[in-house]
């Protein structure tokens, strides 16, 4: 990550594609349970009234395949959402593992409570210009703030403090590759 | 610009609270909750538009008791079979100022719920009766059964408001299709 393509992250999560797309099946299928519903209403009535002829078997054909399309779409419904759900879980417990880790770190390094928050900052992406609006600070303040944190980390740069964590992250037997030591 | 969060793994909002509906809950719900309000209110009875609103009434009633069978954990009868006790201790609960989380609906919810699902099944009943068969004598039945729904959809609706109050969290804002900020729940 280089010091321009780093962008802030908005703490809020959008609804991604896969929430809309079980949102989407679920309306698909409420209208298909509709049309069943008047089809086998049509049908029923056409065989109470007119007997079993070519023309209402072919509609009975016709209702029983959505009524099973409302069945199977309700089953694939269940799959997205189950699947959005696991996704969910393991994101939240990723990320909770990785502020772990995070605040692991900063109580060994000692960081004070402003320096843990410039490092924190630092970490999520933001610029030095930011973090100092975000903080009410100015730029320079900052600055030597990020460098004592660098020094008590015992890394060079952005990069380097990143890495510490998610070479955490990742484990050892993961990769297989060397690391390079911080000094 | 948003602002920093103050905790490291939190984000800038809570987690919301309360059951977080499925989407084929939310569409039964209120199409359920439209048909119930226009034939019972605005809808003339012997318009052909009260029969096809009835009809629809019915796909949703079918399709929510399908997805009780095979749908999400918190949708599926299962989850909340009826207890008058268990609502009982409940409602007292509430009274004393307890809100344990729920993983569907809670126990008093369920028993409206169910009565609910009853009330609107003999309302569609009837009317399928009434007008595909000309079964006359079940026009009170349909009547009575349709007040009886008109009159628990009011007491849901109040019950829905009241315990918002009481346990804080918003049931409203769980059932509607406005976006949610979500949390590791």
């Known amino acids: 990550m280089t010091e321009t393509d780093a962008r802030p992250t908005a703490p809020t999560r959008k609804t991604g594609p896969a929430p809309r797309r079980a949102g989407l099946l679920a309306a698909l299928v409420a209208v298909q349970a509709v049309c069943a519903v008047f089809f086998v209403a049509d049908v029923t009535a056409d065989f109470t009234w007119d007997g079993a002829d070519a023309h209402t078997a072919f509609e009975a054909v016709i209702a029983v395949a959505l009524v099973l ?50 490092a924190l900052l630092t970490i999520k992406g933001f610029e030095v210009a930011e973090i100092a609006e975000l903080r009410g600070a ?8 990020l460098a004592k944190v660098y020094a008590k980390a015992g890394v060079a740069s952005r990069t380097q403090l990143l890495s510490l964590f998610i070479e955490d992250l990742m484990g050892d037997d993961l990769m297989g590759t060397p690391s390079p030591s911080p000094d | ?156 609706i109040c019950g829905v408001v009241l315990e918002s109050r009481l346990s804080g969290v918003n049931l409203i804002r769980n059932m509607t299709f406005r976006r949610r900020s979500r949390g590791p729940e």
Not at chain 1, 138 to 145: D, F, G, K, L, P
Not at chain 2, 38 to 43: D, P
């Open chain 1, 69 to 118: 399309g409302v069945v199977f779409g309700a089953l694939e419904i269940r799959r997205t959402l189950d699947r959005i759900r696991r996704a969910e879980t393991a994101l939240s417990i990723a990320s909770g593992a990785l502020a772990e880790v995070i605040e692991t770190y900063f109580d060994r390094w000692g960081l004070t409570v402003s320096e843990a928050n410039v």
């Open chain 2, 1 to 156: 610009m948003s602002q920093p969060s103050e905790t490291l793994s939190g984000s800038a909002h809570p987690p919301s609270k309360g059951v977080k509906w499925d989407p084929v809950v939310r569409v039964t719900h209120w199409v359920i909750a439209l048909s119930v309000l226009l034939n019972g209110l605005i809808i003339e009875e012997e318009s052909q538009l009260h029969n096809w609103i009835g009809y629809v009434a019915l796909a949703m009633l079918a399709l929510r008791v399908l997805w009780g069978i095979v749908g999400t954990e918190e949708a599926r009868f299962s989850s909340f079979p009826p207890s008058l006790s268990k609502a009982l201790a409940y409602g007292k609960g509430l009274l004393r100022g307890e809100h344990p989380e729920q993983r569907s609906h809670n126990p008093i919810g369920v028993l409206m719920v169910y009565a609910m699902w009853g009330a609107l099944a003999v309302v569609v009943a009837t009317g399928i009766g009434l007008e595909v068969f000309h079964i006359s004598e079940l026009e009170d039945v349909h009547e009575v059964a349709a007040n009886l729904l008109l009159l628990l959809a009011f007491g849901h």
């Open chain 1, 138 to 145: 100015s730029a320079s303040t900052v600055r030597v703030q």
